[in-house]
């Protein structure tokens, strides 16, 4: 097999797995606590700014579990009822 196809081969059986792997949607989340009314932020480490939190839907993931992982990785809480 010569160099080009060996190169041709290796492009066309890495990249598909690299691209199936890595995350392809991006989310933010809104949680409002129910009991008071108050939205949930973060403070970002790098510029102490205050943002809403987000997170990526991985590959085959559900925006729901998604946004229950992003809450529970980002913040500690875990989500009760996600509403529209």
């Known amino acids: 097999m010569s160099d080009v196809l060996r190169r041709v081969w290796q492009f066309v059986t890495t990249v ?3 691209i199936l ?4 949607t991006r989310i933010n989340i809104l949680p409002i606590l129910s009991k008071d009314g108050y939205i949930v932020l973060v403070r970002k480490s790098d510029s102490g700014e205050w943002s809403l ?3 990526v839907v991985e590959w085959a ?3 729901p ?5 992003e809450l529970a990785k980002t913040t ?3 989500l009760g009822t996600i509403r529209n």
């Open 16 to 18: 598909p797995k690299i």
């Open 21 to 24: 792997r890595h995350p392809i």
């Open 53 to 55: 939190l987000g997170g």
């Open 61 to 63: 993931e559900s925006v």
């Open 65 to 69: 579990h998604a946004v229950k992982r």
């Open 76 to 78: 500690g809480l875990k």
